[in-house]
Every structure is written in structure tokens, then in C-alpha cells.
């Protein structure tokens, strides 16, 4: 039914790496709010995971954004020096990282960032994945509300007045670019493996849970051991890019950077939602225009910004539920390689036997 | 380490001042009660809502602090905020209907976590609107009551917040009797066991719906006015307020009023036990603790439930 088209396909995709390496080079100004571009990218797939593919909406999975970050900032500091003490002077006093103890830091960090995460997905999903629908949702912005509280309240960690990361050793210009190609990297890594997923038998799975989970476990699906696996993958890749990100900002502290629940948080949903959410080009559209026409007019609207996002999460869920994608795909479903007699033909055959 | 040992012991000290002196915990107690007589209400609204339309309103903190600033205008034109009470009612009733008609109508067929995003950016909305009027600082309506002291000035009353509690019961007992005696108050408890029998039967489903929702609004603005009097309102403290409604929603179960009256009772009492336990700072994690701790216990429940059912 669904004719895969590889040519036009990989044409954008090409065009899209293209325009990642040379953008920093073309836009030097806009290194950083590019960089993020990548991150939010990323943030929308991992979300999509679950809520597009799977059914089951998060509202806390920022909480392993804030956790791989933590991990990473642990470790980088714990293999050289003694948190506590680094935290309470308050990081750059008495730490000098050499760019070997830096680098060495930075790569064992950001795995253990990414391992760390699974841990805690696996962990919590016992936890969590026991709540549907709309229990779920509350449950895990409860988790990550409530990370971010015992998080500030952790004096070990530096509590709310945060962690300062290891300066990085290099001039600014080359800083700049290491962080953009990590964020890219990050964010291409991701879009290939989701997409790799969605092939698999794993993706059917996923999708026959968020369909009906019930009958897909009367199937034989282990729905259990699919949701832990999902939710897993999702917090791997956002571990790695809370890792990046910390080190990026430089300064790590739990209510705005590692837990941003408004803003971060919701962004990945109303992205997701705006792309189309269960499409896998969804999430990148969405990101894409949501980012760019957040960074441009954001500055402009004076404190109206948040009611703007507010108001476009309302009409974007009230009134054009299926997205960019979706609506694209409803309104042209010939160019999905969809087509309409096939599709009858298909689900008359379908039905008779 | 040594920070968390230090917290610990600091733990343990207050408790040994409980023990000390167990008058502390009449007024813990007492303060728990007064306040926890408020997250009642705004939780029966919240339950309202839930169990008729089956909508979760992510908004409902923000509806409770938009009615205490009604109290916090009347505070600063010198007129006493408990005046506001009747305004702060009229005008959320309104403004419930309008949300409702705007948004709530189009979202209650569908699955429920549109329902929940929905409201969610509404509760961004609220927040934002109410930060670019009033301001972020935290405000209070000053009630100018006097302060009681009992038991040789060791427990401190406040007779506002006896006047509160007062108001509490009179409120929720308008509306038990409303529910249980008026005509609308019948049809949204029909609505509420079947709409479609409902409808088959008459009833306005819709315009139920509608009123239900307005109703939860007014409830909530009354609840508003009181804290803003008791306690402290500002834009951004409505999501405490919401999950606190969730909490004891989900720890009572809706359709169960003596249970949602005991559960914010007891909400309020854990929630200055831990104030002055663990620190004034952990007062919001506890909040949020319950809430996946009642989300938790809840699903121990069902799955010994589906052993059964095995």
C-alpha cells in the first residue's frame, strides 16, 4: 500500500545535511539559536516516540534531559575533583581542567548520561507504565516536577544555585563549533535510528499498542517490554543531549536549564503536535517552524510570548489536531503513494478474507 | 554526604520539638484543616468536571488564583476582599461559560489527552494574562481580622481563617444541596451516570455540560478569594494548586464527596507537617511526591485488581 518513494526522499535528506554543515559557516551569528534548532529536532523525535507512535503522551520526559545533564556534570566533575566541594566554591575557583581531563570528562559523561537515563527509564516505567491515557501524562509531569524540586534541594549537587560546568579549552570561535556539530550529530543520529525503528518489526509493535493495547497484547505482543524498550530509547537520546546541552550553556541549575517543565517540556509536545505527531518527518517539520518562528518573533512580542504559545497549543490541539504532515496527508494522500482505489481495493481484500 | 547527614539531623531536631512540645501540632493541624478545607473546594470542582464531562482541567489552579486577585483589586481599593466572594463567583461563572463554548465544548469527544493539552495551554494563557497585569510578586488581601492566641499564646488563630473555614462549609453545602435538590443540579447528576440516557431523555446535554463546567469555575473563584485571604496567591502558583485538585481527585475518587473532604483534610495536614519537618522548601516537592505516590498506590490497586479478574 504505502509505495516508498527513495529518490525525492533522499534528495531532502541530502539537502538537509548539506545545509547543517555549511549553515554554521553561512550564518556565524546565528551558531548558537542553529544548535538549538538541532536539540529541539531532537527533543520533538524523542517525543514522538511515544506519543505519536505509541499513544502514551508525556508530559515529563524533559525529566531525562535534566537527569543526563546531572550525570554528565557528576562525572565530569567527580573524576577529577570532589563534587561537594566543587559545587560549594561554585565550580571555576578551584578547578582547572586540562583539555585531556575536558574531553575525557565531556565523552565519559555523556555516556554515562545516556546509560544513566535507560536505567532510570527502565526504572521508572515499572513505575509509570501501569497509568494510561490521561493518569500517564499527569504522572510523569509529576516526576518531573518533582525532580526538579529534590533536585534543588540537593546541596551535594549544588542545589538550587546549580553547577558551573569545566570551561572548555579553546578559543570561543572553535567552542562554538564543536558544540554545533555535536548538537547536529546528536540530532542526525536520532532522526536515522527512529527512522530505522519505525521499519522494524518494533515500530509495528509500538503502533499496534498505541491502536489498541489490549488487543495487541492478545496478539502477543509483550506490550510491557515494548513500552520499557520505547521509553528507554527515548531517554537515551535525551540523556546524550542534556549532556551536550549542559555543556554548551556552561552553567547548570534545575528550575530553567535542567527541568524546564514550561518551556523545554512543552515545546516538545506542541511541536510534535504541530509537525503532526506519528509521522516520522512530523516532528522535524514541527520543530523546524515552531523554532525559527519562535526565535524571530519571540523578542518581539514583550512578555506576550507565553500567551502566544499557549494560545497556539490550544488552537493547534482544538482545531487542527492532525498536524502539518497529517494534513498534508489527508489533502494529497497521492503523494504518500497512497492511493485511494488501491487502498479500497486493499481493505475490501481485507475484509473478505 | 555530609549535607544530607546535616539534613537529617536537622529533620530529626524538628521532630524532637514535636515531641518537646506536642502543642505544635494542634496548630499544624489546625492550620493543615483551615486550608485543607479550601483545596476541597477547588477539588470538588475538579471532580465535577472529571466525572460529568469526563474533562481533566489542567487550568483549574489557574481559575483559583484568578479569583484571589479578584479579592487582592478589592484589598487595594479599600474595600474588604471578602466582599469579593460574590463578584469573584458571578464573574468566573461567566468566564467558565465563555471557556467552555471557546474551547472545552470542542474537545470533550475527543481523547482525553487533548482534553488535558487543551487546558494546559489555557492554564499558560491565565498565568501569562494575570503576570502582565498584576505583576510576578505574591501578593495577599489583606483582611485586617485579629489573631487569637490559645493555649498561653503558643497556637495562633486567625479569625480569617475561621471566617474562611466558615465560608468553606457554607459554600460546599450550597452546592451539595444544589446538586441534590434543583433541577440542573439533577440533570448533571443524570449526565453524569449516562449522557446518552440523558439525552434520550431530554436533557441538554449540552447546555449541561456548559454549566457544569461554569459552576467549577465559580467554585473555584470562591476558593481563590480565600486563599488570597489565608494564604498567598501569585501568577504562577496555580500548578500547585492544580495538582493538589489531582491528588486528591485521584487518592478520593470522584463521585465520592466524603472522601474528596477528607483527602484535601488530609493533604493540608501533610502538607505543614513536611513545611516544618523538612523545611518550607520541600513544602511544593511533598505536593508533588503525593501526587505520583497516589498515582502509584493507585496502580498497585488495579493490578491486584486484574489478578482477580485472572
Given at each position: 500500500m504505502n509505495i516508498t518513494r527513495p529518490l525525492p526522499q533522499a534528495v531532502i535528506c541530502i539537502c538537509i545535511l548539506v545545509a547543517g554543515l555549511v549553515a554554521p559557516f553561512v550564518f556565524p551569528d546565528y551558531r548558537v539559536q542553529i544548535s538549538l534548532l538541532w536539540i529541539m529536532i531532537l527533543f520533538a523525535l524523542t517525543w514522538d516516540i511515544l506519543g505519536?507512535?505509541?499513544?502514551?503522551?508525556?508530559?515529563?520526559?524533559i525529566f531525562f534531559f535534566g537527569a543526563g545533564m546531572y550525570i554528565c556534570a557528576v562525572v565530569q566533575v567527580g573524576l577529577y575533583f570532589d563534587v561537594a566541594e566543587y559545587t560549594s566554591a561554585y565550580g571555576g575557583t578551584i578547578a582547572k581542567f586540562s583539555p585531556n581531563q575536558y574531553f575525557t570528562g565531556f565523552l565519559l559523561g555523556t555516556i554515562a548520561a545516556a546509560l544513566g537515563c535507560v536505567v532510570l527509564a527502565v526504572l521508572l516505567s515499572s513505575v509509570l507504565f501501569g497509568l494510561r491515557g490521561p493518569y500517564f501524562a499527569i504522572g510523569t509531569l509529576g516526576t518531573a516536577l518533582a525532580a526538579r524540586e529534590l533536585f534543588a534541594t540537593?546541596?551535594?549537587?549544588?542545589?538550587?544555585?546549580g553547577i558551573s560546568m569545566p570551561v572548555y579549552p579553546g578559543d570561543p570561535y572553535s567552542r562554538s563549533l564543536f558544540f554545533y556539530f555535536l548538537c547536529f550529530v546528536a540530532a542526525v543520529l536520532t532522526f536515522i535510528f527512529v527512522r530505522w525503528l519505525y521499519s522494524t518489526r518494533f515500530g509495528l509493535a509500538i503502533n499496534a499498542i498505541r491502536d489498541d493495547e489490549e488487543k495487541a497484547e492478545a496478539m502477543g505482543v509483550h506490550t510491557k517490554r515494548h513500552k520499557t524498550a520505547a521509553w528507554s530509547i527515548s531517554a537515551f537520546f535525551l540523556g546524550i543531549s542534556g549532556a551536550v546541552f549542559g555543556n554548551m550553556i556552561g552553567f547548570i541549575e534545575?528550575?530553567?536549564?535542567?527541568?524546564?517543565t514550561v518551556t523545554f517540556g512543552i515545546f516538545m509536545v506542541a511541536m510534535t503536535l504541530l509537525g503532526g505527531?506519528?509521522?516520522?518527518?512530523g516532528p522535524v517539520i514541527g520543530a523546524t517552524l515552531f523554532h525559527i518562528v519562535k526565535e524571530v518573533t519571540w523578542t518581539y512580542l514583550l512578555g506576550w510570548q507565553w500567551i502566544a504559545l499557549g494560545l497556539l497549543i490550544i488552537i493547534n490541539v482544538v482545531y487542527?489536531?492532525?498536524g502539518i504532515v497529517g494534513w498534508i496527508r489527508t489533502r494529497w494522500p497521492e503523494y504518500f503513494g497512497v492511493r485511494i482505489e488501491a487502498a479500497a481495493a486493499d481493505k475490501n481484500a481485507q475484509v473478505s478474507r | 554526604m555530609f549535607v544530607f547527614q546535616s539534613f537529617v539531623s536537622a529533620m530529626l531536631d524538628n521532630i524532637a520539638v514535636l515531641k518537646v512540645a506536642p502543642i505544635f501540632n494542634v496548630q499544624l493541624v489546625l492550620d493543615g484543616l483551615f486550608i485543607g478545607a479550601i483545596f476541597a473546594l477547588a477539588a470538588y470542582g475538579l471532580a465535577l468536571v472529571w466525572g460529568v464531562m469526563n474533562v481533566k482541567n489542567l487550568s483549574q489552579g489557574e481559575f483559583v488564583i484568578m479569583g484571589g486577585y479578584f479579592a487582592h483589586v478589592f484589598a487595594q481599593n479599600d474595600?474588604?476582599?471578602?466582599?469579593?466572594l460574590i463578584p469573584a463567583t458571578i464573574m468566573m461563572f461567566g468566564f467558565g461559560w465563555i471557556t467552555y463554548h471557546l474551547i472545552i465544548k470542542r474537545v470533550i469527544?475527543?481523547?482525553l489527552f487533548t482534553s488535558l493539552l487543551a487546558t494546559f495551554g489555557l492554564a499558560l494563557v491565565i498565568q501569562q494574562a494575570l503576570n502582565l497585569v498584576f505583576g510576578p510578586d505574591v501578593q495577599t488581601a489583606e483582611s485586617g481580622f485579629e489573631t487569637r492566641f490559645i493555649f498561653d499564646g503558643l497556637v495562633t488563630v486567625a479569625d480569617v481563617k475561621l471566617i474562611s473555614f466558615a465560608l468553606c462549609v457554607v459554600l460546599a453545602t450550597i452546592v451539595i444541596i444544589f446538586m441534590k435538590k434543583s433541577r440542573m443540579g439533577q440533570a448533571i447528576r443524570a449526565t453524569a451516570q449516562d449522557a446518552r440516557a440523558a439525552r434520550v431523555m431530554g436533557i441538554d446535554t449540552d447546555r449541561v455540560y456548559a454549566f457544569t463546567f461554569s459552576l467549577n469555575a465559580a467554585i473555584c473563584g470562591a476558593a481563590g478569594v480565600l486563599i488570597s485571604m489565608i494564604w498567598v496567591i501569585q501568577p504562577f502558583y496555580g500548578i500547585p494548586h492544580s495538582i493538589r485538585a489531582f491528588v486528591i481527585v485521584t487518592a478520593a475518587?470522584?463521585?465520592?464527596l466524603p472522601g474528596v473532604i477528607l483527602a484535601a483534610f488530609g493533604l493540608g495536614v501533610a502538607e505543614q507537617y513536611s513545611g516544618f519537618v523538612m523545611g518550607a522548601e520541600f513544602q511544593q516537592a511533598t505536593v508533588v511526591s503525593l501526587l505520583v505516590a497516589v498515582l502509584v498506590w493507585r496502580q498497585i490497586q488495579l493490578s491486584r485488581h486484574r489478578q482477580v479478574v485472572k
Open positions: 505519536g507512535q505509541m499513544g502514551y503522551n508525556s508530559l515529563g520526559n540537593w546541596g551535594w549537587i549544588g542545589g538550587g544555585s534545575p528550575a530553567e536549564v535542567a527541568f524546564p505527531k506519528g509521522t516520522l518527518w487542527f489536531q492532525d | 474595600i474588604h476582599p471578602i466582599f469579593a469527544e475527543r481523547d475518587g470522584f463521585g465520592n
